[in-house]
């Protein structure tokens, strides 16, 4: 099975084109994948014969959502997404007066020492793979 997710453009082209589908087809895909659905049956401008070959050769694991807090204080919102491997990376979703910052983790663990986030707590780990940081960027819990 192939994890589509963490492809970029180019792959995804290259991917779209070895399954018999146009070029074109790739970019469809790429964007509902960055829009955060969860099945190949949510990406409604493809054809149900590709959707159905999108489930045959492919799997799509977005993260859960492990933990969510929010702060009384500022509004500020974190939250832990387990990834499909078992680790664990934090997005978190700081408000401000100006507008909105959002931190995403890029790896499992992490050394730059941000106080509000946990993924900071045991250092340096494991880069997570690119479907997992596109995952922790576009999911959004109800």
């Known amino acids: 099975m192939t994890d589509i ?7 995804m082209t290259a991917y779209c084109k070895e399954l018999g589908e ?7 895909v790429f964007q509902w994948l960055h829009r955060g659905v969860r099945s190949f049956d949510e990406m ?7 959707r159905e070959k999108l489930k ?3 799997i799509l694991c977005p993260p859960e959502v492990e933990r969510k807090q929010e702060s009384r204080l500022d509004g500020t919102i974190k939250y832990l ?3 499909s491997d078992g680790n ?12 909105n910052t959002v931190c995403i983790s890029s790896q499992v663990g992490c050394r730059m020492g941000c106080a509000f986030c946990a993924s900071t707590l045991g250092g340096e780990g494991a880069q997570s793979d690119p479907g997992g940081n596109a995952g922790s960027g576009a999911f959004y819990p109800d």
């Not at 997710?5 to 792959?11: G, I, P, Q, V």
């Not at 146009?22 to 469809?28: L, S």
């Not at 409604?44 to 590709?50: D, I, V």
Request: charged share 30%; aromatic share 10%.
């Open 22 to 28: 146009p070029a074109f087809r790739a970019r469809q």
């Open 44 to 50: 409604t401008n493809l054809s149900k014969a590709f």
């Open 5 to 11: 997710k963490s492809m970029d453009l180019a792959e």
């Open 56 to 58: 045959e050769h492919c």
């Open 81 to 83: 997404w387990r990834l």
């Open 88 to 99: 664990c990376i934090e997005t978190v979703l700081m408000r401000y007066r100006h507008g």
